[in-house]
């Protein structure tokens, strides 16, 4: 499936005018029997897409939460193989979603860019983020994603000069990923005046599906974006609550379990922003 | 105004390999292309760099002495030269590159500053050009860092500036970096005066630039009193920015050989040193391609050393270029040679050296039988005062050390 898987939910959002929720989920957060638990509790509560990330030692482009979260992932053991497993178990389940993997860079080219890229396509995954490679390094990988068939997605920020956004935009399939306003994620925050500008200068220059993402924390945020884009995209907020929902389990009680049930609880929640 | 590219090369090319890069997120692009294009109007404008020579010269202390060392020429059987960089006003040669950056600052109309700090020098001297200049200053330490270069971080509080330290991590430079980086996301509007020659494009290209004059300097003054070029040059790399200054002074002499000296620690092991060229392999670390201490799954490995500014898992890019290039080598000193280095050059010459610089003059001591009777100019990129603390502890373990 790979790419096309991606570009299949995301064609049809977009045709009918829909946003979906793209919950981010660091993969091995509590290990890796508690991710797979939450990828088929977020299928099962709607979730359109899903953005696995491969937890990494110097996370510069994330907040205190979801560094946490990586670092709780390393201290669990998750290695890369693992993840790939992770998401062969995940499909051999009958899991749907469409998968991004989410990894900085050093990962992917420490490892060769075409045997990573293959390794995660082969398991499942459809598609690939890297936060710390902008369009002016994409020559790194591009070779490697498009041998894998694997969704390269880039970002644009507001300040995003709009060649750049047109160039994002041709580099991306299934959707490019749009952040809302500066700053690093988990950072609270409405989508405002500004955000709704940008948003409508992005969606001028190019017809990629958009996901929209950083800062969207309950059903009012994904309620704001909606209307701009096809993916809402929820990451912190979300890894923050099923870690919390771990934390408060009693030790009588099936941790991945109650994990999986706080995601879906709050994927449901989300998905009430999404309601005309 | 936002920019669509980069006017000059992002990479440090050798053949077909090429290091450095612009690996940041994209939410930091738009400050890296604005940092560039006010670099490249900086290098054009007279006026810019006549007030950056003014306040070397007439603020931090420059020219600074290159001193032929005869006693410990004596003592090592090598002719050995140092350039005096320990003294540069606050007693590093970071000042060179933090008042360039600062005027840069200026000249963006930015009002504040961001800066890391590993053993505090870079702090100190990013405080201090921010006093001078009239910005605010913020400098993120690690924890470990902080307490045991305490000095340091009482110093930069007394010149204003408001120092975050970091728990987080191995609490190091690395992590420091880390915070520096993600403070700069959320505040386009300061500045982010980076330490060492890494980074993402522009900064290995920027530091480097402001930090030549040392190599410029020692390559006039040496040929001055010794009437010829020196055989090699040597200095400790951490990140990399002394070396690099001294480096480029002598690249294109193709008869002075070109050594960097990198923290051995107390060890070969992973996590035991800070080898990169040794125990490392290429990796993407804060922006830029270049040697990485990482594990096989890609994850950055803790480092260790006696030296807090030599404390750091990658090294600058132009590093990694010149060696692919078979221009210059590098070689590593343990914590124990770099005490060597340090004791000698105090009982024969004076001289408390940093203990970054001291793994320079620990190599040169070391190699001193392969080196008899060549000339060799160490960068002394800086004074040890701030680490007394360290070193006693390490040299005197048997007394009290409680002081008076």
């Known amino acids: 499936m790979s790419a096309s898987r991606l570009e299949a939910v995301t064609t049809r959002l977009a045709q009918a005018g829909e946003c979906g929720i793209a919950p981010y989920v660091t993969a091995g957060d509590g290990g890796l029997?508690?991710?797979?638990?939450?990828?088929?509790?977020?299928?099962?509560?709607?979730a359109a897409c899903v953005e696995l990330g491969l937890p990494f030692s110097d996370p510069v482009a994330d907040g205190p939460l979801l560094q946490a979260a990586?670092?709780?992932?390393?201290?669990?053991?998750?290695?890369?193989?693992?993840?790939?497993?992770?998401?062969?178990?995940?499909?051999?389940?009958?899991?749907?979603?469409?998968?991004?993997?989410?990894?900085?860079?050093?990962?992917?080219?420490?490892?060769?860019?075409?045997?990573?890229?293959?390794?995660?396509?082969?398991?499942?995954?459809?598609?690939?983020?890297?936060?710390?490679?902008p369009v002016e390094e994409q020559a790194c990988i591009a070779g490697a994603v498009q041998a894998a068939d694997l969704a390269n997605v880039f970002f644009v920020t507001p300040?995003?000069?709009?060649?750049?956004?047109?160039?994002?935009?041709?580099?991306?399939?299934?959707?490019?990923?749009?952040?809302?306003?500066?700053?690093?994620?988990?950072?609270?925050?409405?989508?405002?005046?500004?955000?709704?500008?940008?948003?409508?200068?992005?969606?001028?220059?190019?017809?990629?599906?958009?996901?929209?993402?950083f800062g969207i924390n309950g059903p009012a945020e994904v309620a704001a974006v909606a209307p701009h884009a096809q993916l809402a995209i929820v990451g912190s907020a979300l890894v923050e609550h099923v870690h919390q929902a771990a934390l408060g389990s009693s030790p009588d009680q099936d941790i991945d379990a109650v994990c999986a049930r706080a995601a879906a609880n709050f994927l449901t929640q989300l998905r009430e922003g999404l309601k005309p | 105004m936002s920019h669509e590219r980069f006017e000059r090369p992002t990479r440090f090319a050798a053949g077909e390999e090429s290091f450095g890069g612009v690996f940041a997120p994209e939410t930091l692009m738009d400050n890296l292309f604005a940092l560039e294009a006010a670099w490249i109007a900086a290098g054009e404008d007279e006026s810019f760099g006549a007030e950056l020579t003014r306040l070397l010269e007439t603020y931090a202390g420059r020219p600074t002495p290159t001193y032929h060392a005869r006693r410990l020429s004596e003592a090592w059987g090598v002719d050995l030269w140092l350039k005096r960089e320990d003294l540069l006003h606050t007693g590093a040669h970071k000042l060179n590159n933090t008042l360039g950056q600062c005027l840069l600052a200026c000249s963006m109309g930015?009002?504040?500053?961001?800066?890391?700090?590993?053993?505090?020098?870079?702090?100190?001297?990013?405080?201090?050009?921010?006093?001078?200049?009239?910005?605010?200053?913020?400098?993120?330490?690690?924890?470990?860092?902080?307490?045991?270069?305490?000095?340091?971080?009482d110093r930069m509080r007394l010149l204003g500036a408001e120092v975050c330290i970091v728990e987080h991590g191995q609490r190091t430079l690395k992590d420091?970096?880390?915070?520096?980086?993600?403070?700069?996301?959320?505040?386009?509007?300061?500045?982010?005066?980076?330490?060492?020659?890494?980074?993402?494009?522009?900064?290995?290209?920027?530091?480097?630039?402001?930090?030549?004059?040392?190599?410029?300097?020692?390559?006039?003054?040496?040929?001055?009193?010794?009437?010829?070029?020196?055989?090699?040059?040597?200095?400790?790399?951490?990140?990399?920015?002394?070396?690099?200054?001294?480096?480029?002074?002598?690249v294109d002499d193709a008869s002075v050989e070109l050594v960097g000296v990198e923290a051995g620690g107390v060890g070969s092991e992973a996590g035991q040193h800070?080898?990169?060229?040794?125990?490392?392999?290429?990796?993407?670390?804060?922006?830029?391609?270049?040697?990485?201490?990482?594990?096989?799954?890609?994850?950055?490995?803790?480092?260790?050393?006696?030296?807090?500014?030599?404390?750091?898992p990658s090294v600058g890019p132009e590093h990694a270029?010149?060696?692919?290039?078979?221009?210059a080598r590098y070689e590593s000193a343990t914590d124990e040679e770099a005490l060597a280095g340090f004791k000698d050059?105090?009982?024969?010459?004076?001289?408390?050296?940093?203990?970054?610089?001291?793994?320079?003059?620990?190599?040169?001591?070391?190699?001193?039988?392969?080196?008899?009777?060549?000339?060799?100019?160490?960068?002394?990129?800086?004074?040890?005062?701030?680490?007394?603390?360290?070193?006693?502890?390490?040299?005197?373990?048997?007394?009290?050390g409680e002081g008076s």
């Not at chain 1, 995003?160 to 580099?171: F, K, N, Y």
Request: charged share 20%; glycine share 12%; with cysteine.
């Open chain 1, 33 to 46: 029997g508690r991710t797979l638990a939450v990828l088929h509790a977020l299928e099962g509560a709607g």
């Open chain 1, 159 to 213: 300040t995003t000069a709009d060649a750049r956004i047109v160039r994002a935009a041709e580099l991306s399939r299934g959707f490019l990923y749009v952040i809302g306003r500066t700053g690093i994620t988990g950072t609270r925050t409405e989508l405002g005046r500004e955000g709704s500008e940008f948003l409508a200068r992005v969606r001028s220059l190019t017809t990629c599906p958009l996901g929209v993402g």
């Open chain 2, 110 to 153: 930015k009002k504040r500053i961001l800066a890391e700090t590993g053993a505090g020098q870079h702090g100190v001297a990013s405080a201090t050009a921010a006093a001078l200049l009239g910005l605010e200053c913020v400098v993120y330490m690690g924890a470990l860092d902080a307490a045991r270069q305490a000095p340091n971080v």
């Open chain 2, 176 to 250: 420091a970096i880390n915070e520096a980086l993600r403070a700069w996301v959320t505040d386009p509007e300061a500045h982010y005066v980076l330490g060492s020659a890494l980074g993402p494009h522009p900064f290995p290209s920027i530091v480097a630039g402001y930090q030549e004059i040392i190599g410029h300097e020692a390559r006039a003054q040496f040929l001055s009193a010794h009437g010829s070029l020196p055989d090699l040059a040597v200095a400790c790399v951490g990140g990399g920015s002394n070396a690099i200054g001294l480096f480029r002074g002598f």
């Open chain 1, 70 to 133: 990586a670092l709780r992932s390393l201290d669990s053991g998750t290695t890369f193989e693992g993840v790939v497993d992770l998401i062969g178990r995940y499909r051999s389940a009958g899991g749907a979603l469409p998968i991004l993997a989410f990894s900085y860079a050093n990962p992917i080219l420490s490892r060769g860019a075409e045997e990573a890229c293959s390794r995660l396509a082969e398991a499942g995954a459809d598609g690939l983020l890297i936060p710390d490679l």
């Open chain 2, 274 to 312: 800070a080898a990169r060229f040794r125990g490392g392999r290429p990796g993407v670390l804060h922006g830029c391609l270049s040697y990485l201490l990482q594990d096989e799954d890609g994850q950055v490995q803790a480092t260790r050393s006696i030296s807090a500014g030599l404390d750091y």
């Open chain 2, 345 to 400: 050059l105090a009982a024969r010459e004076g001289i408390l050296a940093a203990l970054e610089s001291s793994h320079a003059l620990g190599w040169v001591r070391r190699e001193r039988e392969a080196l008899a009777g060549r000339s060799v100019l160490v960068n002394l990129s800086g004074r040890g005062d701030k680490d007394m603390a360290t070193i006693l502890e390490v040299l005197a373990p048997d007394q009290d």
């Open chain 2, 321 to 327: 270029a010149l060696r692919a290039a078979g221009r």
